[in-house]
């Protein structure tokens, strides 16, 4: 991915301050984002998102996605928005077809692709293709004409007895984890994303994918246990429970102490690349990316977050960046203060926020708040002061009984499920993207009175 495209994606961030507010899933991953660290509730609901779209997975391995349409990430075979208009959302929303007879087993969502893997071990994705981050072989959207989803959609060839684990989308890039502990990413490369010491766009080509495709090199004798994706850099949690990051480090959010990209050139990756350092003795529980800055829980059930932290995301009562110079992680790095007793069980991004999900099954939001993201009755960020954070960090009110069981993000703001697998989402509604059937101008979350039980559940349809 050119330098430029990135930097239009981050000042569209920054732009919305007057409409929204930007970022990546996360998954999502991620962030992106995807940009969450582990979706499944106990109903085995996976919710993930991109920029302003969302895609659900019912416990029955059906998807529904909704929001923004512009390349195909919805899957229906068109561009139209969906979300914002009476009629679009309940069982009028059908569900993406992936195959006959094929069910999913594990969802992604990124900025404007998503990916499944399929109840054969198969994996399809749809949507932007631009970097070849839809692993196909060629830049053709798919998902938004007629005819190119379902059967006609082809599986990414991944190689000879490479069978996907789980899989994660970025800005433009994908990854999957194998069942074997490896990783393989493929799309855009130029900032070391892909993890392979090489750049350019992997995936546009036919000679790219299968056994050409390389594995990410974690170093000698280590496996991955879990990966995730920032917006151009990606994290995995090897076997011996410590972290390796790669990609793009403008803001040192791969923990390394300084803003050199890894991936991208040869001897940058294996044992070349360093741990993160989170602390003396200290292991990784769960991390997830965000546009340029990266959250990990620890094996004391902390959580320390680095990179970026020009809205406070970080939660460390400053705007201070850390990871880009010395001395600035380990034992340096302060854990994020979520409040008296209480600490995160997992974690979600959408680029310039971050919402943990407690042990007491309720969630707390913070970082940038310019449409309600936080969902917390206002448009004040959180995490730039120290009276910010701890027990003076809001709650975010879901509404009556609601036991939060994951979270995930949109660009303009969060859905999370309850332990029923009922979701709901607040933020910024620009393309339909809460898929509750309202105006594009309407914004939840921003005033008094939005959220609790005034916020409505999503209407997924009566089978879903």
């Known amino acids: 991915m050119k330098v430029a495209h990135y930097l239009r994606f981050v000042g569209l961030a920054l732009l919305l301050s007057s409409c929204g507010d930007g970022g990546q899933s996360v998954s999502s991953n991620s962030d992106t984002g995807t940009g969450t660290d582990e979706e499944t509730t106990t109903l085995d609901y996976v919710v993930s998102g991109g920029e302003a779209f969302m895609c659900i997975k019912s416990h029955a391995g059906h998807v529904k996605c909704w929001g923004k349409n512009n390349d195909g990430q919805l899957g229906n075979g068109t561009t139209q928005d969906v979300g914002n208009n009476v009629g679009d959302m309940g069982d009028s929303l059908l569900p ?8 999913v087993k594990d969802l992604a969502a990124g900025r404007f692709s998503s990916c499944a893997i399929l109840d054969d071990n198969s994996l399809k994705c749809w949507g932007d293709n631009g ?15 007629a005819n190119e989803m379902g059967d006609n ?7 000879t007895g490479v069978v996907p684990a789980k899989v994660k989308v970025g800005e433009n890039f994908s990854c999957i984890l194998t069942t074997n502990g490896r990783v393989k990413c493929w799309g855009a490369a130029d900032l070391g994303a892909i993890g392979t010491g090489v750049g350019g766009y992997i995936g ?51 923990g390394l102490g300084d803003t050199t990209n890894r991936g991208a050139s040869p001897n940058q990756m294996g044992d070349n690349l360093p741990y993160v350092d989170l602390g003396t003795g200290r292991t990784v529980k769960s991390v997830v990316g965000a ?42 790095l302060p854990a994020v203060n979520l409040g008296t007793g209480r600490y995160p069980v997992k974690i979600a991004s959408n680029g310039y926020n971050f919402c943990a999900v407690l042990d007491n099954q309720s969630l707390k939001c913070w970082g940038r708040s310019a449409s309600g993201n936080l969902g917390i009755g206002n448009a004040n960020s ?31 703001g969060f859905c999370a499920t309850n332990t029923s697998g009922k979701a709901k989402c607040w933020g910024g509604n620009y393309y339909g993207n809460l898929g509750l059937e309202l105006s594009t101008s309407t914004v939840k979350g921003n005033a008094s009175g939005q959220m609790g039980d005034n916020l409505p559940f999503l209407d997924l349809g009566s089978n879903f």
């Not at 970097?131 to 004409?145: A, E, H, I």
């Not at 959609?153 to 190689?159: C, D, F, I």
């Not at 151009?232 to 429970?241: E, G």
């Not at 340029?292 to 809205?311: E, M, P, R, V, Y």
């Open 96 to 103: 993406v077809d992936l195959g006959t007879g094929r069910t």
């Open 131 to 145: 970097y070849g981050q839809l692993g196909l072989g060629n830049t053709q959207n798919r998902g938004d004409d």
């Open 153 to 159: 959609l082809p599986a990414v060839s991944l190689g």
């Open 204 to 254: 546009i080509h036919p000679s790219h994918m299968g056994d050409n495709l390389q594995y990410a090199d974690l170093g000698t004798g280590r496996t991955a246990k879990s990966i995730s994706l920032g917006s151009s850099h990606a994290c995995a949690i090897l076997d011996n429970n410590k972290l390796k990051c790669w990609g793009f480090n403008s803001n040192g959010g791969l």
């Open 291 to 332: 546009a340029q800055s990266t959250c990990a829980i620890l094996d004391d059930n902390s959580l320390k977050c680095w990179g970026d932290n020009s809205f406070g995301q970080l939660g460390l009562g400053d705007t201070n960046h850390r990871g880009d110079g010395a001395n600035e992680m380990g034992d340096n």
């Open 382 to 412: 959180k995490g730039e002061n120290l009276s910010d954070m701890g027990d003076a960090l809001p709650f975010v009110d879901l509404g009556t009984d609601f036991k939060v069981a994951s979270v995930a993000s949109h660009s303009y």
